[in-house]
């Protein structure tokens, strides 16, 4: 049994607004999504406006005749409490809901994740929304789970905002004389005196755009930190809330939110412990590679201690938002789908079920579109795609990734790495993340991504590209991990600064100078299109972005700059240190050294790739008490062919493969494999 929707099978479904559209209709999709083997629908996710048509009226006339339509016809609901954009006439009544832009306009009503997360209107009216839903709809045994609110997200900087951050700041560090020693508020004499003379950070304070870059910059990086955490926190209480709320009468249906992946304004990490189980939203744009979605599912699946989660939303065939809306190839979703499944996902859904016919979404794809009708393309492969899972059953329900290596993402590093005025603004902390994922995702090897807070010992290699930042007491962790037999690697521009963004003296990397056994000197940072190189194993890579002068400080060189003034410098160093390594990558190179370089060390940690593929050809496993099933996803628009490693039964076409045998995945196509 899945621990999400605690079902005994996969769910398929997706968002369904029938608010939007006549009775008449209702009807005909019900049949519909019978016919897709659909049984799974969101609901209610923006229908504020209708539910409490002002302060003291609520009318669920509407959502009362949906819920039972949708009951009697087999489906289950995940039910959602609308919170994510204000009725109109509360905007009018209640001014302190509407957001302030970091220029310090003030909103007016309109748009959606409209609230200001620290207003009292909002604090007072979406729980008790919420209460009111989880009080009508309690007895609705086909509640499968709750949906607070919507894609949580955006910024305020109002002054209800303003009062608020003081007051986390106080309880954050009690006194002022703290605050003004975190924030370095010695340079350039911006001393607090008094509580009230902290502002929050944006562009009539602090913050600035860069004339040359059009980059957002900040002149004192504590403070603008400490504003994002605080942003996270209070949009966090607001969920926080309307759980509660509809916990108090339905305590036993898990309660989500549906995230975005790597957005980086929200600390997912935190968040996640106050969900009970996770789920997303999965928009890839198509110039996006397999391995960015890849990264993005376990991004999400290592929230919860590596939990599966639930795929909230994706859609059918067409996003609408981008510059040029590409349609999903033929095969494509069901290939998406899959990939889902394979790092994680329990359910999949779309959104959403019939394409809206006005505003801004009308030509978003959905499962139904407006020609109303099952004989299209898009119908057919959410027929197909519904008729597989079908078949699977509740075979890959709750399926972990067997995970020997993982790497290190944390929002604070993302934070404050991109707020860091200097050494170059080609640093960006996803990227750096991706350049090690990427080359782990070619080589077939699963990878966890985890927090700061996570074990490091079910590991044997342990990641932390650009850990610019180093948390109190992380170093200790490291050190332990490595001393005690792991391997672990991370990047330039690390182990520089406290969880202030305040510079650790005595020489970089700081705190991990011990474990990295170096010292580095200085950084040079190249502009685009200018590198260095340096040699590993053989062959010659290129060095760019950033160059750390480094000296070694009982760490061996694995290749050194091979130009400029520190040339023969290490630019790629290993440290043994206790039973294990830690490797540090003084610069950034290309895909075809991360590639080379992880093999080396995974090969060195003893782990294997789970299965030799042709290029574009992903391997992907998860295990649970019914077996172990390989997911082979073929993301070419070519005809491939696996020789397998082992005997395995083909789910779908329910033959047999022994050790060695040829196996053809056609392009854009996917292969379900139990091992036998
Ligand atoms: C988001 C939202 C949905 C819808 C889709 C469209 O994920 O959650 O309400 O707007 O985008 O892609
Ligand atoms: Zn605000």
Redesign the pocket.
């Known amino acids: 049994m899945s621990c999400y929707y605690r079902e005994t099978n996969m769910l398929y479904g997706g968002d369904y607004n029938p608010d939007q559209w006549p009775q008449e209709v209702w009807e005909e999709d019900m049949r519909l999504m019978a016919q897709a083997h659909i049984h799974i629908v969101t609901l209610n996710v923006f229908s504020w406006a209708a539910l409490q048509p002002d302060e003291d009226t609520y009318d669920f006339t509407k959502l009362d005749a949906v819920m039972e339509l949708v009951r009697a016809n087999g489906l289950k609901v995940c039910l959602a409490t609308s919170t994510g954009a204000h009725p109109a006439w509360m905007a009018r009544k209640h001014p302190d809901i509407l ?2 832009e970091k220029n310090g306009m003030k909103r007016k009503f309109g748009g959606r994740h409209n609230s ?4 009292p209107a909002y604090r007072t009216y979406a729980p008790r929304l919420a209460a009111k839903l989880a009080e009508r709809y309690q007895k609705f045994d086909n509640l499968a789970a709750w949906h607070i609110s919507n894609e949580y997200g955006g910024e ?1 900087y ?1 002054e ?2 303003e009062k608020a951050f003081r007051e986390w700041l106080k309880k954050k560090y009690g006194t002022l004389e703290e605050v003004n020693r975190s924030f370095y508020t010695a340079f350039w004499g911006h001393t607090f005196y008094d509580w009230d003379d902290i502002v929050l950070p944006n562009y009539l304070s602090e913050h600035f755009v860069d004339d040359a870059t059009g980059v957002e910059r900040t002149m004192f990086q504590g403070i603008s930190l400490d504003y994002r955490r605080f942003l996270s926190d209070s949009m966090l209480e607001c969920f926080q809330l309307e759980y509660d709320a509809v916990k108090k009468f339905m305590p036993d249906i898990p309660v989500t939110t549906n995230l975005m992946a790597a957005y980086k304004g929200l600390d997912y990490q935190k968040w996640a412990r106050s969900m009970d189980f996770v789920s997303w939203d999965n928009y890839p744009a198509p110039s996006d590679r397999p391995s960015q979605t890849a990264f993005c599912h376990d991004l999400m699946r290592g929230l919860d201690g590596q939990k599966p989660f639930v795929l909230m939303e994706q859609t059918p065939s067409v996003t609408n938002w981008l510059p040029y809306n590409r349609l999903k190839r033929p095969g494509e979703m069901r290939l998406l789908s899959w990939q889902a499944v394979a790092h994680g996902a329990d359910a999949i859904q779309f959104f959403q079920i019939r394409r809206s016919i006005g505003a801004c979404e009308k030509y978003h794809g959905a499962v139904v579109d407006h020609a109303g009708r099952a004989d299209t393309r898009v119908f057919r492969e959410v027929t197909q795609l519904g008729e597989e899972l079908e078949k699977a059953g509740g075979l890959f329900l709750d399926g972990r990734t067997p995970a020997q290596a993982a790497i290190v993402f944390d929002w604070d590093n993302w934070w404050a790495v991109e707020y860091s005025a200097g050494p170059s603004i080609l640093m960006k902390y996803l990227d750096a993340v991706q350049d090690f994922y990427q080359a782990a995702f070619a080589l077939n090897v699963p990878v966890d991504i985890i927090s700061t807070e996570d074990e490091l010992l079910p590991y044997k290699v342990v990641l932390a590209p650009l850990l610019y930042m180093v948390k109190r007491g992380y170093e200790e962790k490291l050190t332990d991990y490595v001393r005690q037999g792991g391997t672990f690697i991370t990047s330039y521009f690390s182990g520089i600064v406290d969880e202030h963004d305040l510079v650790d003296v005595g020489g970089y990397p700081g705190r991990l100078r011990e474990l990295l056994g170096i010292w580095v000197e200085e950084n040079d940072a190249l502009p685009q299109g200018e590198h260095n190189a340096f040699s590993y194993c053989g062959r010659r890579y290129p060095a760019d972005i950033l160059c750390d002068l480094m000296h070694l400080e009982g760490a061996e060189a694995l290749g050194v700059y091979e130009e400029d003034f520190y040339a023969g410098m290490p630019a790629l160093t290993v440290n043994q240190y206790g039973k294990g390594k830690a490797y540090y990558v003084g610069t950034h190179a290309n895909e075809a050294f991360y590639q080379t370089f992880l093999e080396q060390v995974f090969l060195q940690a003893g782990i294997q790739p789970l299965q030799q593929t042709p290029f574009g050809v992903e391997a992907a496993v998860r295990e649970n008490v019914r077996g172990r099933f390989l997911f082979l996803l073929n993301h070419t628009p070519e005809k491939k062919t696996v020789v397998l490693e082992g005997r395995y039964e083909d789910l779908l076409a329910g033959r047999i493969y022994q050790d060695h045998e040829e196996l053809e995945i056609e392009k854009k196509g996917v292969c379900l494999l139990r091992e036998l």
């Open positions: 957001r302030t200001c997360p620290n207003s305020c109002c209800n905002c």
